[in-house]
């Protein structure tokens, strides 16, 4: 729906801490979205991070090692925004579920986040590993926010197609 995604690049969601959830099959522009919301919010003057789950993790997982959580994550709470894509395409050690746990608890009613994932909400304690984690990190995540289902076939699979028989035309 354009209307909906032109109010959501206004930013009213990140001035009252809500989050945005992008879920459904691979290809179906999730990733798209998200990153064109960040360039809008950035118009509109508003602080924003893109950064990958599995590069979340490991600066989590290092800072960790080098003791520096806390400033880890006051330098986060920085943004507006986090954009963090392709949560659950890679499951995390029991540590590094802890941390990303912690992570977005930081942010909780604190600061704005955007998910990308190609999970459904079942599956996600098999990311996650723990039930109970998965049930109250879901629980935070999912309060107040604005959850988009993008499923249908992946655009890069049609384009693949669609040049497959252009060369079989030339």
């Keep these: 729906n354009k209307n909906r995604f032109l109010t959501l690049a206004k930013g009213e969601f990140v001035q009252k801490k809500e989050n945005i959830l992008f879920l459904g099959n691979s290809g179906t522009g999730k990733t798209h979205l998200a990153t064109g919301l960040g360039i809008e919010l950035i118009k509109n003057g508003l602080k ?12 989590l ?34 540590i590094g579920s802890e941390l990303l746990f912690q992570f977005f608890s930081s942010r909780y009613e604190r600061a704005s986040v955007i998910i990308t994932t190609n999970l459904d909400f079942t599956e996600w304690t098999s990311v996650f590993g723990d039930e109970k984690m998965t049930a ?28 497959k028989e252009n060369n079989a035309e030339g």
Excluded at 51 to 59: C, D, M, R
């Design 48 to 59: 924003v991070k893109f950064i990958t789950a599995a590069q979340l993790v490991e600066e």
């Design 136 to 163: 109250a990190l879901l629980d935070r995540l999912t309060h107040k926010a604005h959850i988009h289902l993008l499923n249908g076939e992946s655009y890069r699979f049609r384009q693949s197609i669609k040049r």
């Design 61 to 94: 997982l290092l800072a960790k090692e080098e003791h520096t959580l806390l400033s880890f994550e006051k330098k986060w709470l920085k943004f507006d925004v986090i954009i963090i894509d392709e949560l659950g395409y890679v499951p995390f050690s029991k």
